[in-house]
């Protein structure tokens, strides 16, 4: 019997694939789409979303958001015993209105306007260690929980205090994950496959050091892009990026300078003020902004002009 080569990729050999291409000309470079492998396992994920109905017989899960960790396990630890009320004013969107809504076991509605007249409230709603289960026998239990103020999931919950409670989705929270990993892939290919002059250009504008070694700018690259992929990648497509990455080159040629109160060029002893700095806001940052717009649109002109004249 012919055993069958096994070509499914380790992620350590895919990512010493990166690194050792040769990286392409930055005339050439894009933001690298995702894989055609992982574009694969992505529809496949998603066909199968599709294809997976919920099970109608399924219980609903609520969870508190009042907890704590236990200093010596370290794990989570909700109130063993939390009651919530039964009863409460939600805003019916249907409606239109403001509506009092109340949980009495037997009651095929839980509006108040809709039940007996003598039905009362006969006890809180219980919530164990952080959990309530409420089983699709209990359609009415589960409404409450859905639309009452206290639930954070509720869309048009009225804001009279922090929520209690939130309703858990499994299955959005598996596919809001997998759209985490993709991305954070996509930022981490980016960081790999972009080559060394751009790269440089895009790390001084983010304030990373880089007077040390390529691998070492290349890491700390890949740390940012970990912490906020999307953001990371927005940057490459941000039209004030390169306008920042020429304002860094005219300050390193010593075309201009700035300090916290203003931005000046460099002629000799002179320091001709080309804009004053707002408080709070970043020297470059001003900068940018100011040469977005039609009357500052000439100074990134001049830099660009004398960074070639002295190049």
């Known amino acids: ?37 992982t574009q694969t ?23 508190l958001y009042k907890e704590r960790k236990d200093r010596k396990t370290g794990k989570t630890k909700f109130p063993i015993v939390h009651m919530l ?23 095929p509605s839980i509006f108040e306007d809709e039940q007996k007249k003598d039905s ?17 026998t209990n359609p009415t239990l589960k409404k409450y929980l859905n639309i009452c103020n206290a639930n954070a999931s509720n869309p048009d919950r009225i804001s009279q205090g922090p929520p209690v409670f939130k309703r858990l989705d499994f299955a959005k929270d598996a ?38 070694s390529t691998d070492e700018i ?33 300050k390193d040629f010593g075309i201009l300078d700035w300090d916290s109160q203003k931005i000046t060029w460099v002629q000799g002893s002179q320091r001709p003020v080309i804009t004053h700095v707002p408080l709070g806001v970043k020297p470059i940052d001003c900068l940018a902004d100011m040469c977005m717009t039609d009357k500052g649109s000439g100074v990134i002109d001049q830099i660009k002009v004398k960074i070639k004249s002295m190049g």
């Open 120 to 136: 009362m409230v006969k006890s809180p709603i219980t919530f164990s260690n952080g959990l309530l289960m409420v089983d699709y």
């Open 218 to 250: 290349r890491y700390d690259m890949k740390v940012l892009a970990e912490k906020d992929p999307v953001k990371f990648i927005a940057g490459l497509d941000d039209p004030k990026m390169e306008i920042k990455q020429t304002i860094l080159r005219g």
């Open 1 to 37: 019997m012919t055993k069958k080569n096994n070509t499914t990729k380790t992620v350590e050999t895919m990512v010493k694939e990166i690194v050792e291409t040769p990286i392409a000309a930055e005339k050439n470079f894009t933001i690298p789409p995702i894989s055609e492998a």
């Open 41 to 63: 396992n992505t529809n496949s994920i998603s066909n199968l979303n599709q294809g997976f109905k919920k099970n109608p017989k399924a219980s609903t899960t609520y969870r």
């Open 175 to 212: 596919k809001e994950k997998m759209k985490k990993e993709i991305k954070s892939m996509d930022a981490l290919r980016t960081v790999f496959e972009m080559p060394l002059n751009k790269l440089l250009g895009y790390a001084q504008v983010l304030g990373i050091n880089t007077n040390k």
């Open 85 to 107: 009320k039964a009863e409460d004013i939600i805003f019916d969107s249907e409606k239109g209105v403001n509506r009092k809504i109340r949980y009495i076991p037997g009651e």
